[in-house]
């Protein structure tokens, strides 16, 4: 059982390093012919060399972290977990969240270094990074409270629910499906837009032709737009993005001020129309019926690992272990995971399709097309991604194709 555990890590890492490096190869083919005016001469040697840095960066740390788990799992360090925190207390729950919480806590503080190196060199370094030191440390702070609590409160409702269930694993299988995804639904419809407000200050749209654009068009298709905002987005990076909050047909518009700042008045509204096309198509619904889809395939494995005590005492605990159950499951389902997202991301894609068709539609081919290549330059977007990247990893895809495509219609 332990080797089965240690080997699944080690092969899902060394898989993930083939596909980076085949990626990272891949970069220097020649930049298709529709996708030239993207980079100029200056712009290609900087996404080079953001990759090759990026590249770089993420095999150290994929490295470190699976060198981290490992010595976690063959030195015996849960078992000592297990020991330290039942001697805190005999609740099993508490016991669970001071053991989950303890292990977490560890795995910040260790990758706190590589944050902070990737935040203030690599993405400093090529231009992107614009957070202060303090809103680093103001983020990390919001990030764990958040962390400790939600996550302490969702995992001790389950653990709740499988100490009464106990006996009757399928039971909790689908007691645990139902409160997973009654939590998301909540946070999806909900508590979103206050997370963001921990992180961000959003500031309405002054009115002018933009917004008047931008409510016409979403009127037109019978969304009734609650808000339109500008988020302060350059305080952290220069990256552009624009996105919708809220359920069924009333929606918040959030607009980065970067994105403003880089693109015409006509590629802004050719990115808003993309994502309205999202809404009409009911791609948000769809996802989150995959996503519940998916919960349920999760509260089946983790039931699995807590049906089996011999996995628990292979690494020296004293048996069966709630929270060393859930941090078994996200190791033994990550092969599952590259493979479930194999047919999730190809429906990804399919759907940015059809929402670029939808915004052509509604606004222009020359618009939409001008908007994705500021995106890929701003953003340096990989031009040339390796196949196999983009099947496993690629929710959208690649510029070629995606410009391809709308300059077919």
């Known amino acids: 059982m332990k080797w089965i555990v240690v080997g699944l890590l080690v092969l899902v890492y060394v898989f993930e390093l083939i596909v980076s490096l085949l990626n990272h190869r891949y970069r220097v083919k020649p ?3 529709n996708l030239k005016d993207v980079y100029d001469e200056e712009g290609y040697q900087k996404w080079l060399a953001y990759s090759l840095d990026t590249h770089r960066f993420g095999l150290v740390k994929r490295g470190f972290n699976l060198l981290v788990m490992l010595g976690f799992l063959l030195f015996g360090l ?3 977990l297990e020991v330290v925190t039942n001697s805190w207390t005999s609740n099993p729950i508490l016991s669970t969240l001071y053991f989950l919480g303890l292990f977490q806590t560890i795995m910040i503080v260790l990758g ?5 190196y990737g935040m203030f060199f690599v993405e400093a370094r090529h231009g992107f990074n614009k957070a202060t030191r303090a809103t680093f440390t103001k983020d990390l702070f919001i990030q764990y409270v958040m962390t400790m609590v939600l996550g302490g409160l969702l995992v001790a409702g389950i653990h709740a629910v499988y100490l009464q269930f106990t006996d009757n694993l399928w039971t909790f299988i689908l007691a645990t499906w139902g409160i997973v995804t009654a939590v998301m639904i909540f946070i999806f419809a909900f508590l979103n ?3 963001l407000r921990l992180f961000n200050k959003f500031t309405p749209l002054p009115e002018g032709t933009l917004r008047t654009r931008i409510e016409t068009l979403a009127t ?3 969304f009734n ?3 339109l905002s500008v988020m ?3 305080k952290r990076s220069t990256k552009l993005n624009a996105f919708f909050t809220g359920i069924g047909k009333m929606k918040e518009v959030v607009l980065f001020d970067t994105l403003i700042e880089k693109m015409s008045e006509d590629e802004i509204v050719a990115v808003l129309a993309h994502e309205l096309g999202h809404a009409v198509n009911k791609d948000t619904w769809r996802m989150l019926f995959q996503q519940i889809i998916v919960i349920l395939l999760y509260a089946a494995g983790i039931g699995f690992v807590l049906g089996s005590s011999a996995l628990a005492t292979s690494f020296g605990l004293s048996g069966t272990h709630f929270g060393f159950a859930l941090i078994l499951f996200m190791i033994l389902f990550e092969p599952f995971e590259i493979l479930l997202s194999i047919p999730l991301s190809a429906l990804s894609r399919k759907a940015e399709y059809k929402a670029d068709q939808f915004a052509v539609s509604h606004t222009s081919k020359e618009a939409m097309i001008s908007a994705l290549k500021v995106l890929s330059r701003e953003d340096l977007v990989n031009l040339n991604p390796h196949p196999l990247a983009v099947i496993i990893y690629y929710s959208h895809p690649p510029m070629k194709e995606r410009i391809g495509a709308i300059e077919a219609l």
């Open 112 to 116: 706190i270094p590589f944050k902070y």
């Open 78 to 80: 849960f078992a000592r």
């Open 220 to 222: 037109s298709l019978g």
């Open 193 to 195: 837009k206050v997370f």
């Open 225 to 227: 737009i609650k808000s």
């Open 31 to 33: 930049i298709p012919d």
């Open 232 to 234: 302060d987005a350059s």
